[in-house]
T-cell receptor
Framework: AQTVTQSQPEMSVQEAETVTLSCTYD???????LFWYKQPPSRQMILVIRQEAYKQQNATENRFSVNFQKAAKSFSLKISDSQLGDTAMYFCAFFSGTYKYIFGTGTRLKVLA | DSGVTQTPKHLITATGQRVTLRCSPRSGDLSVYWYQQSLDQGLQFLIQYYNGEERAKGNILERFSAQQFPDLHSELNLSSLELGDSALYFCASSPRGLTRGTDTQYFGPGTRLTVL
């Protein structure tokens, strides 16, 4: 069965600094997709970035980038130039041909002024 | 704004009751997903519909059921409610929900259910 593990329940970072959130997953499939979602205090789920497993190039969206290591089954999120608005819960998610998304338990990130 | 709407935003009810949560997907999206998020926990996938048909089932209790209507909106029915059913229920939609290549899911704002 697929599993997604986020080993950092809470993290904090100073404004303008860089922080990396880790995510590991377990699967026997070769084709799948990985996502990072952000859930601010409003509880809305917002897509941050996605990565297709068949692509070797790491995805980037403005200040957000991933380090995708397929062999190691690792998918970390780097947030550069952290802003106060980045304070949120961040969920790593896995999707494969079984139609189901599997979410990690989340990392609560606090950006400090 | 993701384009996915959910009603109601808040719902307070008593144990043993039955409630219906409603979701309207983004225009053109064929697939709808339901998730449950209990306090300070991750999202648990409940069920997915694609163009009116059930496509995948997750950890959905027998007391819960869902359907997707011809106009593609979906309803999640929760019956014989228990205190532990109190949670945030999210609906998400995606264009196709295909296996080969996936669509991104867009989440609604959620319905907060409180069972007293």
């Amino acid at each position: 069965a697929q599993t997604v593990t986020q080993s950092q329940p809470e993290m904090s970072v100073q404004e303008a600094e860089t922080v990396t959130l880790s995510c590991t997953y377990d699967t026997s499939e070769n084709n799948y997709y990985l996502f990072w979602y952000k859930q601010p205090p409003s509880r809305q789920m917002i897509l941050v970035i996605r990565q297709e497993a068949y692509k070797q190039q790491n995805a980037t969206e403005n200040r957000f980038s991933v380090n995708f290591q397929k062999a190691a089954k690792s998918f970390s999120l780097k947030i550069s130039d952290s802003q106060l608005g980045d304070t949120a819960m961040y969920f790593c998610a896995f999707f494969s041909g079984t139609y189901k998304y599997i979410f990690g338990t989340g990392t609560r990130l606090k950006v400090l002024a | 704004d993701s384009g996915v709407t959910q009603t109601p935003k808040h719902l307070i009810t008593a144990t043993g009751q039955r409630v219906t949560l409603r979701c309207s997907p983004r225009s053109g999206d064929l697939s709808v997903y339901w998730y449950q998020q209990s306090l300070d926990q991750g999202l648990q996938f409940l069920i997915q519909y694609y163009n009116g048909e059930e496509r995948a089932k997750g950890n959905i209790l027998e007391r819960f059921s869902a359907q997707q209507f011809p106009d593609l909106h979906s309803e999640l029915n929760l019956s014989s409610l228990e205190l532990g059913d109190s949670a945030l229920y999210f609906c998400a939609s995606s264009p196709r929900g295909l296996t080969r290549g996936t669509d991104t899911q867009y989440f609604g704002p959620g319905t907060r259910l409180t069972v007293l």
